[in-house]
């Protein structure tokens, strides 16, 4: 069910996974082909017989560690950041604010170690890990989705379509729902490039920290041994890694744009 | 006629109040706080009696202070370097596209921008570690730490550059007959040089950052140095809480004063 004037019609659903796909396509040259080229090179080059088996698992524990840190991370502070130009004085608005000025206190790596020395006092590595991994993800969510959001709910330009559904009469729950909070949380996914390249040297810091048999880990503990035929595939699999969550990302920004549903061309989405 | 007596645009006179520049009260409190550390760090001997200068491992705050040494002046020479090495990138894209064509420069940046885009921080360790037999020789690990920071202080170089390109000043002083020498010295060069040098800030948070993820990873500067990193990362395999949070608190400290600083002198030069 959705209402007349909702930014997102019914079909919306089923042209959802389009733009996934496409992007997914245009990754294949920058992201799938790396880890395909990481993961041959380490079977012809790398001296242990399975190496390239290692890799593999490797990639998809690095995966299985960013990937759900960055996803929720990235919820959580887009909404939190919105909260925080709808109500900058309410407990949300409090943590939006924290997290928006933050960013830079909070880097991926020392996150890792802060979750390292928790886990060595005996704390559960899972959540903690994922925690770190997802709080930088946050802190720049909240730091695009702040500004994006007061933008939306402003008297210029960009405040036209909240406008006009406050003229039509919807009430305030659904003006934010559907017209304002997709236009602040459009230049989050826009500018998550940041969060993955921060989600991905964390990961490789806690996967080292915590002895997690991660791709980042390979890479370390091959760099350490002085062994490039070790250590380079990996970083060629992890930068086709970074590659994927970033079109992953962008994907969800041309799901999400209220540009792209708009039923007037529009160049700038 | 009031109108036509306007100054040129490259050089307005301000006949009312200028408003605060953005991000620039912010700006001056990294500068203050990196200001501090740098002073508390050259100042962290003294907390040794008046000894000579050594690690202070009984105190952390002092062992700490003394770490921020190395980090410091390390994250300097590497910053220079990065913000030397985007700034050359993105007038070699330009002077590409005076020279050849308007493709080579895109192809130039867009390299650029594709870099960027990748882990390159990570080359950091895998140099450390790769170049074993170098341990003590700071150069390389500081040309590779530049590297990392160096395409995106281009992509951002470029498009300032880009930006002051299409002025309507140089073009108003192109149809009142300057030549290209003149209209380079006068107008470009004056206009150009302090948003490339606030570009070129952007490398300090990054060569930071990458230096102090090398070193918690074991894979960074020389032990003799002395790293915040370093010493983090240690204290993380120790378990050591409290050995933790000094050189922790110091560095997330350092990066958020380099944050500050280079986002301070990039939105100073945006125009409204």
Same mark, same amino acid.
């Given at each position: 069910?959705?209402?007349?004037?909702?930014?997102?019609?019914?079909?919306?659903?089923?042209?959802?996974?389009?733009?996934?796909?496409?992007?997914?396509?245009?990754?294949?040259?920058?992201?799938?082909?790396?880890?395909?080229?990481?993961?041959?090179?380490?079977?012809?080059?790398?001296?242990?017989?399975?190496?390239?088996?290692?890799?593999?698992?490797?990639?998809?524990?690095?995966?299985?560690?960013?990937?759900?840190?960055?996803?929720?991370?990235?919820?959580?502070?887009?909404?939190?950041?919105?909260?925080?130009?709808?109500?900058?004085?309410?407990?949300?608005?409090?943590?939006?604010?924290?997290?928006?000025?933050?960013?830079?206190?909070?880097?991926?790596?020392?996150?890792?170690?802060?979750?390292?020395?928790?886990?060595?006092?005996?704390?559960?590595?899972?959540?903690?890990?994922?925690?770190?991994?997802?709080?930088?993800?946050?802190?720049?969510?909240?730091?695009?989705?702040?500004?994006?959001?007061?933008?939306?709910?402003?008297?210029?330009?960009?405040?036209?379509?909240?406008?006009?559904?406050?003229?039509?009469?919807?009430?305030?729950?659904?003006?934010?729902?559907?017209?304002?909070?997709?236009?602040?949380?459009?230049?989050?996914?826009?500018?998550?490039?940041?969060?993955?390249?921060?989600?991905?040297?964390?990961?490789?810091?806690?996967?080292?920290?915590?002895?997690?048999?991660?791709?980042?880990?390979?890479?370390?503990?091959?760099?350490?041994?002085?062994?490039?035929?070790?250590?380079?595939?990996?970083?060629?699999?992890?930068?086709?890694?970074?590659?994927?969550?970033?079109?992953?990302?962008?994907?969800?920004?041309?799901?999400?744009?209220?540009?792209?549903?708009?039923?007037?061309?529009?160049?700038?989405? | 006629?009031?109108?036509?007596?306007?100054?040129?645009?490259?050089?307005?006179?301000? /006949?009312?109040?200028?408003?605060?520049?953005?991000?620039?009260?912010?700006?001056?409190?990294?500068?203050?706080?990196?200001?501090?550390?740098?002073?508390?760090?050259?100042?962290?001997?003294?907390?040794?009696?008046?000894?000579?200068?050594?690690?202070?491992?009984?105190?952390?705050?002092?062992?700490?202070?003394?770490?921020?040494?190395?980090?410091? /002046?390390?994250?300097?020479?590497?910053?220079?370097?990065?913000?030397?090495?985007?700034?050359?990138?993105?007038?070699?894209?330009?002077?590409?596209?005076?020279? /050849?064509?308007?493709?080579?420069?895109?192809?130039?940046?867009?390299?650029?921008?594709?870099?960027?885009?990748?882990?390159?921080?990570?080359?950091?360790?895998?140099?450390?570690?790769?170049?074993?037999?170098?341990?003590?020789?700071?150069?390389?690990?500081?040309?590779?730490?530049?590297?990392?920071?160096?395409?995106?202080?281009?992509?951002?170089?470029?498009?300032?550059?880009?930006?002051?390109?299409?002025?309507?000043?140089?073009?108003?002083?192109?149809?009142?007959?300057?030549?290209?020498?003149?209209?380079?010295?006068?107008?470009?060069?004056?206009?150009?040089?302090?948003?490339?040098?606030?570009?070129?800030?952007?490398?300090?948070?990054?060569?930071?950052?990458?230096?102090?993820?090398?070193?918690?990873?074991?894979?960074?500067?020389?032990?003799?140095?002395?790293?915040?990193?370093? /010493?983090?990362?240690?204290?993380?395999?120790?378990?050591?809480?409290?050995?933790?949070?000094?050189?922790?608190?110091?560095?997330?400290?350092?990066?958020?004063?380099?944050?500050?600083?280079?986002?301070?002198?990039?939105?100073?030069?945006?125009?409204?």
């Amino acid at each position: 069910m959705s209402h007349p004037i909702c930014r997102f019609p019914p079909d919306t659903v089923l042209l959802m996974p389009r733009p996934l796909i496409r992007r997914l396509i245009d990754a294949v040259p920058t992201a799938i082909l790396p880890m395909a080229a990481g993961v041959g090179l380490s079977a012809l080059v790398a001296p242990q017989p399975d190496a390239a088996t290692a890799l593999l698992s490797g990639l998809a524990v690095t995966l299985l560690l960013t990937l759900p840190s960055l996803a929720v991370g990235t919820a959580l502070g887009a909404l939190a950041g919105s909260w925080a130009a709808v109500a900058p004085r309410s407990v949300g608005g409090l943590i939006g604010r924290f997290l928006a000025g933050a960013g830079p206190l909070l880097p991926g790596f020392l996150l890792a170690a802060v979750a390292a020395l928790a886990v060595r006092a005996g704390a559960s590595a899972a959540p903690l890990g994922w925690t770190a991994l997802a709080i930088p993800a946050a802190c720049q969510a909240a730091r695009l989705s702040r500004p994006a959001m007061e933008r939306a709910l402003g008297a210029g330009l960009e405040g036209g379509a909240v406008r006009m559904a406050r003229g039509l009469g919807l009430d305030e729950r659904t003006v934010l729902r559907h017209h304002a909070l997709p236009q602040a949380v459009a230049p989050v996914m826009g500018g998550l490039r940041a969060a993955v390249l921060a989600a991905v040297v964390g990961a490789v810091a806690l996967e080292s920290l915590l002895d997690l048999p991660g791709a980042g880990a390979l890479m370390i503990d091959a760099a350490r041994a002085g062994s490039a035929a070790g250590s380079l595939p990996a970083l060629v699999a992890l930068c086709g890694l970074t590659a994927l969550l970033g079109a992953l990302g962008l994907a969800a920004r041309d799901w999400i744009d209220p540009a792209n549903h708009s039923s007037t061309p529009y160049d700038g989405a | 006629m009031a109108e036509l007596d306007q100054p040129p645009p490259s050089h307005p006179v301000l /006949s009312h109040p200028v408003p605060p520049r953005a991000g620039f009260a912010r700006g001056l409190s990294g500068a203050a706080v990196l200001v501090a550390l740098a002073l508390a760090s050259a100042a962290a001997p003294l907390m040794a009696d008046g000894a000579a200068i050594q690690r202070l491992d009984a105190d952390p705050v002092a062992a700490a202070l003394l770490d921020g040494r190395g980090s410091l /002046s390390f994250a300097l020479l590497a910053a220079v370097l990065g913000g030397a090495l985007g700034i050359g990138w993105a007038l070699l894209a330009w002077l590409l596209g005076k020279l /050849s064509d308007a493709r080579a420069e895109r192809r130039t940046i867009a390299a650029a921008h594709r870099l960027a885009g990748l882990p390159l921080a990570l080359l950091v360790p895998l140099t450390g570690g790769l170049a074993g037999g170098l341990v003590g020789e700071v150069g390389p690990l500081a040309v590779v730490t530049a590297l990392t920071a160096a395409p995106a202080v281009a992509a951002l170089a470029h498009a300032e550059l880009s930006a002051l390109l299409r002025a309507e000043f140089l073009t108003a002083a192109r149809a009142a007959g300057l030549t290209e020498g003149e209209v380079l010295r006068r107008h470009l060069i004056p206009n150009a040089s302090r948003p490339l040098l606030a570009a070129g800030t952007l490398a300090l948070p990054r060569v930071l950052a990458a230096e102090s993820a090398a070193s918690l990873l074991g894979l960074g500067l020389p032990p003799a140095l002395g790293s915040w990193g370093a /010493s983090v990362g240690l204290a993380a395999r120790l378990g050591d809480p409290v050995a933790f949070v000094p050189p922790a608190l110091l560095l997330a400290l350092a990066l958020w004063a380099t944050c500050a600083i280079a986002d301070a002198a990039v939105a100073g030069n945006r125009r409204p």
